[in-house]
């Protein structure tokens, strides 16, 4: 009888968990986020709170949400990855009411067995202290009776309420909640419930100061990121080679993004990191051209795809342009060749201490060089038409990551993407209209240079053309018409 009882007790408490044991657990370790908040908090001006809020869920459509995706300063600092959040890192050390000592606090959506069956397991007060290490973390419904008194800060540090948020009904304690008790509690200037845009220092409340911070903190990478963004990369590298693999001509856009996502499916990639560019001929001209919508890619084109695999949070961002038929026209070559050497000029300056600016200038001149001896350029005034695009970009939690821009330094992770884009119409000869190339590799910049990342992802014309001669798993698989399957 004993014995029944605790089985039926644990069906009641656990229904659950039973599920867990599925999860990955090889996430960023609550070690690593505690050091941020430490690394953060050292960074932060004396008598002062740094408030960080979840990214709001945003609907898609009716009763449908789009995925939610956590705020990625919200995910480095605390590994937390569901809404209506908030976290307080104070420069000195508060004490609570009962003598508690803490310099952080986080609230979080309480557990809830009901909604739970619907949207998926919550970690609630127990979970964020157990799995994540916070002492002192509450149920969001407690942050209305959460009595600091703000008025003693020098500053409160948070970002401006830019975003609409939407009120849950049936949620006393959701995100707009959340702000707007915070809103109460530092007397925040939103009279007439209009949200003001960034501002100067309101007595305490600094609205401006918290980027910078996080630009230093994000910009440099730790191992435990570097070996995230080298996985996002490796599994982003085998996109491209497969899909080098299986091109034909006659492919959809769409079905080639297919195949690039596909494998990062495979490789257990949870997310893109922005939503996927493969644009065939023309629409290559089109930066982020995300419509992927051309059925049937000619054998004439060349076909620009910029993907990057999102892996425990970090992503890649990795271009290649390739001959939808295997092999570069001579046109499409010359053009290709001139925005690879612009991608190894940057390359050869991409060191410790030089600027962004440096690296941006070397593509450029490449390029603006190129074209002026092919006479696609004819005069000084059209240079950087055909790159209308800066070259680099930090990459990580974001793919256009947070990060100083100025001197490159070691353990910053960056991209290098010159490109070339001539539409239709453009005032040169019709042979090169239509040719839109970029190239775009990642690099972690080392001590003595960097380390190319996305190696593995062939790059040169000889190496492109080889790739595309391998078999593919996929030369087999061929799906019936719709309306003409066999019918058993
Ligand atoms: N995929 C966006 C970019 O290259 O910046
Ligand atoms: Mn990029
Ligand atoms: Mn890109």
């Known amino acids: 009888m004993?014995?029944?009882?605790?089985?039926?007790?644990?069906?009641?408490?656990?229904?659950?968990?039973?599920?867990?044991?599925?999860?990955?657990?090889?996430?960023?370790?609550?070690?690593?986020?505690?050091?941020?908040?430490?690394k953060l908090r050292a960074k932060l001006p004396q008598n002062s709170v740094a408030v960080f809020f979840a990214n709001p869920v945003r609907n898609r459509a009716n009763d449908v949400d789009f995925v939610y995706h956590q705020d990625p300063d919200f995910f480095y600092l605390t590994g937390y990855k569901e809404p209506d959040a908030v976290l307080f890192v104070f420069k000195e050390k508060q004490t609570a009411n009962n003598g508690t000592q803490?310099?952080?606090?986080?609230?979080?959506?309480?557990?809830?067995?009901?909604?739970?069956?619907?949207?998926?397991?919550?970690?609630?007060?127990?979970?964020?202290?157990?799995?994540?290490?916070?002492?002192?973390?509450?149920?969001?419904?407690?942050?209305k009776r959460y009595d600091v008194n703000f008025s003693k800060f020098d500053k409160i540090l948070f970002y401006d309420f830019l975003n609409d948020v939407r009120n849950d009904p049936r949620d006393s304690s959701d995100l707009f909640d959340l702000q707007a008790q915070f809103k109460a509690k530092v007397n925040y200037p939103?009279?007439?419930?209009?949200?003001?845009?960034?501002?100067?220092?309101?007595?305490?409340?600094?609205?401006a100061g918290l980027d910078a911070i996080m630009d230093e903190l994000r910009g440099i990478k730790t191992p435990e990121e570097l070996s995230m963004v080298r996985k996002a990369v490796q599994i982003s590298c085998m996109g491209q080679l497969e899909?080098?693999?299986?091109?034909?001509?006659?492919?959809?856009?769409?079905?080639?993004?297919?195949?690039?996502?596909?494998v990062f499916k495979k490789y257990q990639a949870e997310d893109l990191g922005y939503p996927s560019i493969v644009g065939a001929g023309h629409n290559g001209c089109i930066l982020h051209y995300i419509d992927n919508y051309k059925?049937?890619?000619?054998?004439?084109?060349?076909?620009?795809?910029?993907?990057?695999?999102?892996?425990?949070?970090?992503?890649?961002?990795?271009?290649?342009?390739?001959?939808?038929?295997?092999?570069?026209?001579?046109?499409?070559?010359?053009?290709?060749?001139?925005?690879?050497?612009?991608?190894?000029?940057?390359?050869?300056?991409?060191?410790?201490?030089?600027?962004?600016?440096?690296?941006?200038?070397?593509?450029?001149?490449?390029?603006?060089?190129?074209?002026?001896?092919?006479?696609?350029?004819?005069?000084?005034d059209e240079k950087n038409t055909y790159y209308p695009h800066g070259c680099c970009h930090h990459i990580g939690l974001d793919v256009h990551d947070k990060?100083?821009?100025?001197?490159?330094?070691?353990?910053?992770?960056?991209?290098?993407?010159?490109?070339?884009?001539?539409?239709?119409?453009?005032?040169?000869?019709?042979?090169?209209?239509?040719?839109?190339?970029?190239?775009?590799?990642?690099?972690?910049?080392?001590?003595?240079?960097?380390?190319h990342l996305s190696i593995g992802a062939p790059r040169t014309v000889k190496d492109i053309e080889a790739a595309m001669k391998l078999p593919s798993a996929l030369d087999n698989f061929i799906l019936p018409e719709l309306g003409k399957e066999k019918k058993n």
């Open 243 to 262: 899909v080098m693999k299986a091109m034909k001509p006659g492919m959809s856009e769409r079905e080639i993004q297919g195949i690039h996502e596909f």
């Open 190 to 207: 939103n009279k007439n419930g209009v949200t003001l845009a960034v501002e100067p220092i309101k007595n305490n409340l600094d609205m």
């Open 2 to 38: 004993k014995h029944s009882f605790l089985i039926l007790a644990w069906l009641v408490a656990f229904p659950l968990f039973s599920q867990n044991s599925d999860l990955p657990t090889d996430f960023l370790t609550k070690d690593f986020h505690k050091d941020r908040r430490d």
């Open 403 to 451: 990060g100083t821009y100025d001197k490159l330094q070691e353990n910053m992770i960056i991209t290098i993407e010159p490109g070339i884009y001539i539409p239709e119409g453009a005032p040169c000869d019709k042979k090169w209209w239509g040719i839109a190339v970029r190239i775009e590799d990642d690099y972690l910049i080392t001590k003595e240079g960097y380390d």
């Open 102 to 143: 803490y310099n952080e606090i986080l609230f979080v959506q309480p557990r809830n067995e009901a909604r739970e069956q619907w949207t998926g397991r919550r970690l609630g007060e127990k979970g964020v202290k157990d799995l994540l290490g916070f002492e002192q973390a509450f149920n969001n419904t407690e942050f």
């Open 295 to 380: 059925p049937n890619i000619s054998t004439k084109e060349l076909i620009l795809m910029d993907l990057g695999a999102e892996f425990h949070g970090y992503t890649a961002d990795i271009t290649r342009t390739i001959p939808v038929n295997g092999k570069f026209s001579p046109e499409q070559k010359l053009i290709y060749e001139i925005v690879l050497k612009a991608q190894e000029e940057a390359m050869k300056i991409c060191k410790p201490g030089t600027t962004f600016r440096e690296l941006t200038a070397a593509t450029r001149v490449t390029v603006n060089k190129g074209l002026a001896e092919l006479g696609i350029i004819k005069n000084p």
